[in-house]
């Protein structure tokens, strides 16, 4: 099976240890099923191996963009990690759920100053500036606040990770952070030291998501660390803290790699101590800052089937209770997905079809060329390694509701999201 945690018991599909019809019947369809021992696993295989290879001031930091509710807050809080935020209401979310803010690091290419107020009002931790108008702003709230907020600046190593355009990062020309190659970097830095309500403690990049390659982040740890020599003999600034982005990718077809992430920390660790030594830098706190790899493989979706539409001499669609409002991403990039008929796991696969769904517009594909078994309207379907993205970029186009998340736990099942009504989506319509 593509993840551990998928098993098949008498042909049914079984997550997280439970029997996903059962599921699908008790709580409606469409509907998310996250696996929270697969979370927290996650999580402390992360912040084991940050530790052991980096040292006792490396941290996690989980980029909750990656899906973002109040319940992943509570379960990443009290595994110890830090976050990401990128938005008020990332911030609001975490503040709900009772995150030690302290903790939170607060991204985006684009601040407002009511996000900035917000944030400090918020007790967030460290403030990721994206650019120099940024910088002014922060230091003005910070001044009118009477307080100084301790800062990263994000700037952009210059690497091309080979994944898909849309969250490839760290290339010179990306709309995020302030470039090293240029010597913007140089002049950013210069800025933010002369300003008094800023605490500057170090430096950020990310060079892109769905990562498979070996060595993209020693390439950018090296324009890092030499970077921070250049600032270390230039001006004497010892940076504190360097955190080195997210990105690691995971699989979604049975086909793909898997990425060894401790080996990896490990592997980037030895590279990082060596370089520092010969540089003579202080070594920083690591940081990392991992989304889709601490929650993709613990999310599953579960729909139920419509219509089984065959165009003779053509080809076969399924059409499902839900789409590209509860999972965009073929939609957006062509994403692989591995499905399922959680029912009759090990009927013969017979049936040739797109899977795809209600909406509006024909590029609503959950995934094409999936071989099923047979199928009929009412029947269930599953999607796995759901759990980054998904409800995160969730929509309501076509006025469908969002789905609601149910969180597996060896203790039993909670509703985490409830299902939205009808009611609640139009509750702002005047
Ligand atoms: N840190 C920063 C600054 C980021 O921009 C991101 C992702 C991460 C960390 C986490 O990266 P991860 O470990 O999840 O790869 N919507 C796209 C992914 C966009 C990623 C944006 N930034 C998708 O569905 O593939």
Redesign the pocket.
């Known amino acids: 099976m593509i993840a551990t945690n998928l098993k098949i018991r008498d042909g049914v599909l079984e997550f997280a240890g439970y029997s996903t019809p059962a599921l699908a019947k008790k709580y409606g369809t469409p509907l998310y099923l996250m696996d929270e021992q697969r979370i927290r696993d996650n999580c402390r295989m992360y912040q084991t191996a940050m530790n052991e290879f980096f040292g006792e001031h490396a941290l996690t930091?989980y980029?909750s963009?990656?899906a973002s509710f109040k319940r992943i807050y509570e379960i990443v809080g009290s595994e110890g990690l830090g976050i990401?935020v990128?938005s008020s209401g990332e911030i609001h979310t975490a503040v709900k759920a009772c995150f030690p803010m302290e903790k939170a690091f607060f991204?985006g290419n684009n601040k407002t100053d009511a996000d900035i107020a917000f944030a400090m009002e918020s007790g967030v931790g460290y403030f990721?500036v994206d650019n120099v108008e940024e910088l002014y702003a922060i230091e003005h709230i910070a001044e009118r606040k009477g307080i100084v907020q301790r800062c990263l600046l994000?700037v952009t190593p210059g690497i091309d990770p080979h994944t898909?355009d849309?969250?490839a990062?760290g290339k010179v020309d990306s709309k995020?952070g302030v470039a090293i190659g240029t010597g913007q970097a140089e002049e950013f830095y210069n800025y933010a030291a002369a300003l008094p309500h800023l605490q500057l403690e170090g430096l950020?990049c990310?060079v892109?998501?769905?990562?498979f390659d070996e060595d993209v982040y020693e390439r950018a740890a090296q324009i890092m660390l030499e970077f921070i020599a250049l600032l270390h003999q230039k001006y004497g600034f010892e940076t504190k803290i360097l955190?080195l982005?997210?990105?690691?990718?995971v699989r979604y077809r049975e086909s793909e790699g898997v990425v060894d992430i401790p080996y990896r920390i490990s592997a980037l660790a030895d590279f990082m101590k060596d370089l520092a030594a010969k540089l003579e830098v202080p070594f920083p706190a690591v940081m990392l800052?991992?989304?889709?790899?601490?929650v993709?493989d613990a999310g599953l979706t579960m729909y139920t089937v419509g219509s089984v539409k065959r165009i003779k001499g053509y080809k076969n669609y399924v059409s499902v209770d839900g789409g590209m409002t509860d999972n965009?991403?073929y939609a957006?990039?062509k994403?692989n997905y591995t499905v399922f008929a959680p029912e009759r796991m090990e009927a013969p696969p017979t049936l040739h079809c797109d899977v795809v769904g209600r909406c509006c517009e024909s590029d609503d594909i959950i995934q094409p060329d999936v071989w099923l078994p047979e199928l009929r309207r009412g029947d269930l379907l599953a999607v796995a390694t759901t759990g980054?993205?998904?409800y995160?970029?969730a929509s309501h186009y076509n006025r469908i509701p969002n789905a609601s998340i149910i969180m597996l736990s060896p203790k039993g099942t909670s509703i985490a999201v409830k299902r939205e009504t009808l009611d609640q989506m139009i509750k702002n319509d005047v």
Do not use: C
């Open positions: 930091l980029a963009k990656a990401d990128v991204h990721v994000r898909y849309a969250v990062t995020f950020h990310h892109g998501s769905m990562v955190d982005g997210g990105g690691y990718g800052e991992p989304g889709r790899s601490i993709a965009p991403r957006l990039y994403s980054a993205y998904n995160a970029m």
